[in-house]
C-alpha cells in the first residue's frame, strides 16, 4: 500500500463520496491511487482548481459534512486559495490536499515549487507538511476534525516523492502519534441557567422585538417560530439565512441590508428590543440606532458575539439549545400591535416588489427573471446565486417556501461560484432540483467552463444567465458610490448566445427576449433533464435601489450622478418608474 492508496482509503473511513479535483504531476500518486479505487470515493474532475475549491464549499454547504477537493503543486495549488477563503469567510469546513516538490528538490527553486506554509496560513486552520508516512494517519484524521470542529479549511501539502512510498503506520515509540478511527464528534453548548434569564429579561421588557437570524440559526428554524410568536416578533434575514425561515410566514421581512427590503429597514428602525441568532452581519448601519434597543446574542462562536451591535446579553451557545433554554422563560406578548404593524408592512412590500417587477423594461426587467421563478420554485429546490446584481435580485425577489434551500459567497462576495456551487450540491443532494442565478460577467469568467462538468456528470440544473452585457453590479457601484458615470472600456461585456453555447455543447439552451416567454422559458427549464441553460436578455439599466431611499434621494441621486452617463436618461427613467411602485396605492 502506498501513500496515496492510503489516502484514499483513510477517505473513504470518513464517508467521502467524492474528491473535487484537478490533476497533476504534482499529486500524481494520489490520483494514481483513485484509478485503483474503483470509484469510491469519486474523482469528479472540474475545468479549474478554483472550481474544485467552489465545488467542495458547495457541497459542504448543502450537505453539512466536509467537502474535499484536490490539487497539483505551485499553480494548483495557488488556484485553490479563492474557494478556501470563500469556505473561511462562509464558515465552511473544507479539506484541501495539495501536491509539493519532492523533498530531494525542494529549497532549490525547482520547477512549481511555491512556499505552500506562507501560501495557505492565513487561509487554514489546520495546515501540515506530510514529510514522512507515519505522519498519517493522524495528520489527515485531525484535518477532518478540526475542518469539522472549526467550520474552516484545513490544508494537508503532501510531497509527490512521499505519496509513492510505502505506508507504514506510526509506530508505538517516541515521538510518534497515533490516530483514533475516523468518527463523527458533535458538541452541544448551552448558556448559564443565569444569563438566559437576563436574556429573557430583556426581551420580554420590550414591546417591539425584532429579530436577525443567519445561517447560524438553520438548525433552530422550529425554536424561532415559538420565540418570534411568543414576543410578537418580525423576522429579518441575513444573506446567508435566507432559507432558514420561508418568506411566506408573515412576520418574515426578508433580507437586511444594502440588498434587503423595506419591511426588515423599518423593523430594524423601530424596534425597542433585538435578538440576534446565528448572524454575524457586518452592516451596523442597518441595526437598531446604538441606545435605540437593548439587545440579546446567540452565537456557537464566541468570537462573533457583541461584535456588531452593542448588545447587553450575549449567550454563547447552539442556538437550538439556547432558545429552547429561553423559551419557558419568555412571556407571550398580548398586545399584537406591533406584529400586526410588521405584516401589514410585509404584505405591502411583496405588493410592491411585484408591481416593479412588471415596470417595462428593455428588453426584460431583470427583477420579474426572479419574481416568475418565485411563483414555479419547487419546494424542495437547492438556488444557488451569484455575486453580482443578480444577488440584488435573488435577496428581495425569491420567495423561499417549503424546503427550499440556498446560498451564495455570503461574505468573500466572490465571482464565479454559483455554478460549482450547484455542482457541489448536486452531489450532496443528488434528487434536488438545481437552479443557479449567474450574471454574464460570472457565466464569462469561468461558468462557461463548469457548463462541461455539469455534462459530463448529467447534472439535473438551471442556469439562469441574467445577460445584461454589463458588469453590472460594479456599474452601480460606480453611479452611485463612487459619484460617476459608467465607464464603458471596464464595463461592457463581449456579446454572446449563452443557450447557443449551450446547445453547442450538447445541453439544452433557451433563449429569452421579451417579459412574455418568461414564464414558459421557466416552466420548460424546470421540466427538463440534464442542465438547461435559461439565456435571459434582460435591461442593465433597472437600478438595485436600497430599501432606505426615498423617492427624492432617487431622483436627486440619480441626475447628480449620471451627468455624462452614456444610459443617462434611461437610467432615471428606470429609477423613478421603479421607485414610484412605492406610492401606488
Known sequence: MTVGDFIVGRLRDWGVKQVFAYPGDGINGIVAAFGKADNDPRFIQTRHEEMAAFAAVGYAKFSDDVGVCLATSGPGAIHLLNGLYDAKLDHVPVVAIVGQTARTAQGGSYQQEVDLHSLFRDVASYLVDVTVPEQLPNALDRAMRTAQADRAPAVLIIPNDVQEQEYEPPKHEFKYIPSS??????????????????????????????????????GAASELREVADLLGAGVAKALLGKDVLPDD??????????????????????????????????????????????????????????????????????????????????????????????????????????????????????????????????????????????????????????????????????????????????????????IALVGDGAMQMNGMAELLTLKRYGIRCVVCVFHNNDLNQVTWELRAMGGAPKFEESQTLPDLSYAAYARSIGLQGIEVDSPDQLGPAWDTALASEGTVVLDVRCDPNVPPIPPHATFDQIKDMTEAVLRGDPDAWEVLRRGLQTKIQELLP
Open 181 to 218: 478511527p475516523p468518527s463523527r464528534s458533535s458538541s452541544c453548548v448551552v448558556p448559564a441557567n443565569d444569563e438566559v434569564r437576563r436574556a429573557a429579561d430583556v426581551l420580554n421588557s420590550g414591546s417591539k422585538v425584532a429579530i436577525l437570524i443567519g445561517q447560524g440559526a438553520r
Open 249 to 434: 410566514l408573515p412576520y418574515v421581512t426578508g433580507s437586511i441590508g444594502l440588498l434587503g427590503t423595506r419591511p426588515s429597514y423599518e423593523l430594524m428602525r423601530d424596534c425597542d428590543r433585538l435578538l440576534i441568532v446565528g448572524s454575524n452581519f457586518p452592516y451596523s448601519q442597518f441595526l437598531p440606532k446604538y441606545g435605540a434597543a437593548r439587545g440579546v446574542q446567540i452565537d456557537v462562536d464566541g468570537r462573533a458575539i457583541g461584535m456588531r451591535y452593542p448588545t447587553e446579553v450575549n449567550l454563547v451557545g447552539d442556538a437550538r439549545e439556547t432558545l429552547r433554554s429561553l423559551i419557558p422563560l419568555l412571556e407571550r406578548k398580548t398586545d399584537r400591535s406591533w406584529r400586526h404593524t410588521i405584516e401589514a408592512n410585509v404584505e405591502r412590500w411583496w405588493e410592491v416588489v411585484e408591481r416593479q417587477a412588471a415596470v417595462p423594461a428593455d428588453p426584460v426587467n431583470p427583477m420579474l427573471i426572479v419574481s416568475e421563478l418565485s411563483k414555479r420554485l419547487p419546494a424542495n429546490a437547492i438556488v444557488t446565486a451569484d455575486s453580482g446584481s443578480a444577488t440584488n435580485w435573488y435577496a428581495r425577489l425569491l420567495r423561499i417556501h417549503g424546503n427550499v434551500r440556498s446560498s451564495l459567497s455570503g461574505t468573500l462576495a466572490t465571482m464565479g461560484c454559483a455554478v460549482p456551487y450547484a455542482l457541489g450540491a448536486a452531489f450532496a443532494q443528488p434528487t434536488r432540483p438545481l
